[in-house]
């Protein structure tokens, strides 16, 4: 395979990798910080249970994020070295900005979230949780600008071949920013309701009704509920904002071929880009000029229009059915869920069942979509600034080829570890941490309790 | 000199990110070094030598993030050239971080059949991370040319960062314990201190030798006059950390904290060292800070930000410091 092609790849792996856990923990974060708040104004000991159980979740979620994290911050450069010669004074900057803000922040604070809570006073406790959760947000805000920098790239000029920033405001709120981020944060609270709503059902399957569980399936199934609607609408207009700037890829998306009104809008096809047309169409009648135009006869582009400089059509239309078909169950199961919890107080089996596999299905409609966005960005790497191939190293392809390989082996065995362990976690209930080896090393040495003033 | 930013923005980029590795090597030193002593370690022992980096590791690799992230961000050029010289290497140094990283979650929340297998990730993790550092060290310091005597080179120096990570590692134990496991980790210490030296030694020998122009900076007059101190210094700090970690722990606990600000002194004046050989260079002998660095705009934005946020940084991180001072208990998750 050509360096290139395994370069993609390798790029792809990690940064798909890395997404699943800052998805999770940028929510997570913020309904941990819900709990506590709960817990602080009634002392109700659920509300506690539910904080400590998703707190373990989120330290894990959070591990993983940083690990991966890491090795995103090295690929920029040995994947492709031509990014930051090009555009690195805008990349730079927004990337610094998320270091120096967000990265640091959240580090400390989860350490004083996670180990500090008898040797703080309780609202310095629930300040660093909230601190927690504002760097991973913030960090989402910095990593988003800059990636819709590169889908719409804006208040920069060219000097010598090099992109240099003439607007700051212009760049970090570029054209399609805030649908981006806003479209992102939504995903992200999307993912934690399900997650927390499937291990929360599952516990409830095994027979295990403790308060705690109750209350985070009360809180998670109405969190989807009410986000999922507002997310169609985001996502809506998100669709609007690509159509008006890249055209191509909403093309692309709904694979129309030519230019012109009344589109249908496809919900089944094989399309074929050699012979650019699509097979076995099933289409509702000027379907996509409805939704992209709000008219019968609105215009939509055409990928003939874009021949030879369009993202590949079948993975863009396929992702694109995926995130909106997830989209859809999440509005059934979220829609039906809050109607029984309600009206019954409890959940049902089939409920539950259907929650417990509902589990992950944020981080399915959350990849689905960044694939369709990232590949439908392509050729380009930074929208008509610098081409994906003229970006990549030198780094010969077997190079490439091993590391990847020691990647994929990695995160495959990882992603197999932390969903075992989740449910493992979700098995043994809210009791303490590391319950087995407990009873056997509580030495906490005199010292430690006399010197720590905190309370 | 200060009404061209394009003079001094590079400097102060350099500076800042030199700072970020010096932080990264000695914060994270001591919690890799903690990793690597894992096996030489009492069950029991192990959890208490993890609860004493758990509220630290992940800020404390942070300053990585930092460090890269300065090199891509303000040598963006640079930053291509090196990390695609180091590709393996790399490759081998996150593996390694991301093992460890995990393993220190998986260890307590993942089933306790599974904890030996953790805790062994967790010390392959971190020795394999500390190795790749030194390795990468070792060729950088000969220019990054891979030929055989500079891999052989560079394995010896691998070796030696790590033994100084364990090193720092153990004095970090004995400010953190007490009874038998600090007594022990000050025995750690003392041999990776010795199994540093050596590494020392032999890149202090390899810079001038393989370089002329550092050769002509260290040994010209009168500029050997005024270095002559940081060897001197240097040497001191070696011998003062040999003698004080062979009798230590001191009566009623004193000086406990003196063996870490001794290994951390060692690795301050290492530092110093290469900073002073290599600059102006970037990329040894190829690229200077000042053919490499960002546009001046570029740099000066991150630098307004850089001076406000890093005195905020320093001041919640040293808030954590306070809030987890005092010896680590053996439970680490204290709710």
């Known amino acids: 395979m050509e360096p290139i092609v395994l370069a993609r790849i390798q790029f792809a792996a990690n940064i798909s990798f890395h997404i699943l856990f800052p998805t999770i923990t940028i929510a997570l974060g913020w309904v941990l910080l819900y709990f506590k708040l709960r817990y602080a104004r009634s002392r109700d000991m659920a509300w506690m249970d539910a904080y400590r159980f998703w707190t373990k979740v989120f330290a894990l979620s959070f591990a993983m994020g940083v690990v991966s994290g890491i090795t995103m911050s090295f690929q920029f450069g040995t994947n492709w070295p031509g990014y930051m010669e090009k555009v690195g004074n805008v990349a730079g900057p927004l990337l610094a900005y998320e270091i120096l803000t967000a990265f640091f922040l959240e580090a400390v604070f989860l350490g004083i979230m996670l180990f500090g809570f008898r040797r703080v006073p309780g609202w310095v406790h629930t300040l660093a949780t909230c601190l927690v959760a504002g760097g991973t947000t913030l960090s989402a805000f910095w990593i988003i600008a800059l990636n819709s920098w590169m889908q719409t790239p804006a208040g920069y000029e060219i000097r010598d071949g090099i992109v240099h920033a003439t607007d700051w405001w212009a760049i970090v709120f570029n054209p399609s920013m805030p649908y981006r981020v806003t479209h992102m944060l939504l995903a992200s609270g999307l993912t934690v309701s399900f997650l927390v709503a499937g291990l929360s059902a599952y516990r409830w399957l095994r027979g295990d009704r403790a308060d705690g569980v109750r209350r985070a399936l009360g809180t998670a199934v109405p969190l989807a509920a009410i986000l999922i609607p507002i997310q169609i609408f985001v996502g809506d207009q998100h669709g609007l904002n690509t159509l008006e700037h890249q055209p ?160 994929l082996a990695t995160y495959a065995v990882l992603l197999v570890a932390y969903i075992t362990v989740l449910f493992y976690l979700a098995r043994i209930g809210a009791k303490p941490t590391g319950e087995p080896e407990e009873g056997a090393i509580q030495t906490t040495l005199g010292a430690a309790g006399a010197v720590t003033g905190g309370r | 000199m200060f009404d061209d930013p394009a003079l001094w923005l590079p400097f102060v980029f350099a500076s800042l990110m030199g700072l970020s590795i010096l932080i990264y090597v000695i914060l994270d030193g001591y919690d890799l070094g903690v990793g690597i002593l894992m096996p030489f370690a009492e069950e029991a022992e192990q959890d208490r030598m993890i609860s004493s980096i758990g509220p630290f590791w992940d800020a404390n690799e942070t300053w990585l993030v930092l460090a890269v992230g300065l090199l891509l961000v303000a040598f963006p050029i640079a930053h291509g050239v090196i990390l695609g010289a180091l590709y393996l290497p790399v ?225 919640y991180s040293a808030l954590s410091y306070w809030i987890f001072r005092g010896k680590a208990a053996a439970d680490l998750y204290d709710h």
């Open chain 1, 248 to 407: 191509a890829k909403i093309a692309a998306m709904e694979a129309n071929w030519e230019t012109g009104p009344n589109v249908p809008l496809i919900l089944f096809a094989w399309p074929d880009e050699k012979n650019r047309t699509n097979h076995f169409e099933i289409a509702i009648p000027d379907g996509a000029s409805l939704i992209l135009r709000h008219s019968a006869d609105g215009v939509v582009p055409g990928l003939n229009d874009f021949e030879g400089g369009h993202p590949p059509v079948a993975p863009l239309f396929w992702g694109f059915r995926v995130m909106v078909g997830m989209g859809v169950l999440m509005l059934i199961v979220s829609w039906w869920g809050t109607a029984r919890l309600w009206r019954r107080k409890d959940a049902s089996p089939w409920l539950a069942r259907a929650l417990v596999a509902m589990t992950f299905s944020g981080w399915i409609a959350t990849l689905a979509g960044w694939y369709v966005t990232e590949i439908g960005r392509q050729p380009w790497l930074v929208t008509g600034v610098l081409k994906t191939a003229d970006a990549a190293s030198a780094t010969p392809a077997p190079m490439i080829l091993t590391t990847l390989l020691m990647y």
């Open chain 2, 91 to 315: 490759a081998l140094l996150l593996i390694g971080l991301i093992m460890r990283g995990v393993a220190f979650e998986f260890r307590i929340k993942a089933h306790a059949k599974y904890k030996r297998l953790w805790n062994r990730l967790f010390f392959a993790g971190s020795l394999l991370a500390a190795l790749t550092q030194g390795f990468m060290l070792g060729l950088y310091v000969l220019g990054l040319e891979v030929t055989l005597p500079n891999i052989a080179f560079a394995l010896l120096t691998a070796i030696c960062v790590a033994a100084g990570y364990a090193m720092l590692g153990g004095a970090w134990i004995v400010f953190k314990t007490d009874g038998a496991l600090q007594r022990k980790a000050a025995a750690w210490a003392r041999f990776g201190l010795a199994a540093s030296a050596i590494g020392f030694a032999a890149i202090s020998a390899a810079s001038p030798l393989a370089s002329p122009r550092i050769f002509e900076k260290w040994f010209a007059w009168p500029e050997i006059l005024w270095l002559s101190p940081l060897p001197l210094l240097a040497g001191a700090a070696f011998l003062g950390l040999f003698v004080l970690l062979g009798r230590m722990p001191l009566k009623d606990d004193r000086w406990a904290w003196a063996p870490f600000i001794g290994g951390a002194s060692i690795f301050l004046f290492a530092f110093l060292g290469l900073a002073y050989s290599f600059y102006p260079y970037v990329v040894p002998e190829r690229l200077t800070i000042y053919e490499a660095a960002s546009a001046p705009e570029s740099l000066l934005i991150m630098l307004y930000g850089a001076v406000i946020v890093v005195p905020v940084i320093a001041s």
